[in-house]
């Protein structure tokens, strides 16, 4: 679980294994069998995963599948604002981009919610 767990986020945010493991302080090839399930980290490097990737150590143990704690406790018509204002950012962002630009990040859009999307069918089977 934290493995796929690890890989996903760090896909989910367009990072490469050694930009990751450099923010955390590890290796590559250490961040690299985290991700594989060949070893695990630390008490001291799992939380520097989760503030990282700003998810609790819980989600990344595979014990809730929230993966921000602030955004379920704040409720829905905070979660509902966050995520317009968002929208509404890239919109913007996508407005202001010549028409090739527009379509590369309409792409990685779709890249995003599809490793969302597979993300979630993990984590319910």
Known sequence: M?????????????????EVAKKIGVSRSAYANYESGNREPDYETLQKISSFYEVSVDYLLGKVDERNKQLREAGEEAINAFV??????IYNLLHNLPLEEQKE?????????????????????
């Open 105 to 125: 990040l309409l792409r990685q859009l779709g890249t995003f919610a599809r490793g969302f999307v597979e993300e979630r069918k993990e984590e319910r089977s």
């Open 84 to 89: 317009k204002e968002k929208m509404d950012n």
């Open 2 to 18: 934290l493995g796929n767990r690890l890989s996903n986020l760090r896909k989910l945010n367009n990072l490469t294994q050694s």
